[in-house]
């Protein structure tokens, strides 16, 4: 919870996060532990927040009449102690991700799949890491083709 004793001035810019899941009228919903800023504080009404943008596609939601028993200030040290785990988990992330295209890369060169072929999404192929279904499915497609399996199944 913020305290009331935080007056606007006080509050407009400062991170916070939410303590229970927050959705906005236009239905985007925010899990707790998601960093915020604080936009706006509207006496009677709550405040105005806003998500960091999305790395990817640069989309943030925006909502309003956030009370303040739904928030946690965080001061500088506890934005900087959540994005090093985030870090951590994208880490670890990643790795596990390179370990199994490493797995997939081995059995389809077994199995007589050319790793470089654009129809075989393996190796270094981008879209591994950003068409995550789609690059499954042009794999599994090149797997099933190298076996003489039927594609539709």
Do not use: F
């Not at 596609?57 to 506890?78: F, H, N």
């Amino acid at each position: 919870m913020i305290p009331k004793k935080y007056n606007r001035e006080q509050l407009i810019g400062k991170k916070c996060k939410p303590v229970c899941s927050i959705k906005n009228g236009a239905g985007e919903c925010i899990s707790p532990n998601t960093i915020c800023t604080i936009k706006n504080v509207v006496r009677g009404h709550g405040l105005t927040i806003r998500t960091e943008p999305c790395e990817h596609c640069g989309q943030s939601a925006y909502i309003t009449r956030v009370p303040r028993e739904s928030l946690q200030l965080l001061d500088d040290g506890d934005a900087l102690q959540y994005a090093k785990e985030l870090l951590a988990i994208r880490t670890k992330a990643a790795q596990n991700l390179v370990s199994a295209c490493v797995a997939v890369d081995e059995y389809c060169a077994k199995i007589g799949v050319d790793n470089y072929d654009n129809e075989s999404c393996t190796g270094l192929d981008i879209r591994i890491w950003c068409e995550i279904d789609g690059a499954a499915d042009i794999t599994l497609n090149a797997i099933k083709k190298a076996l003489g399996v039927d594609c539709e199944n």
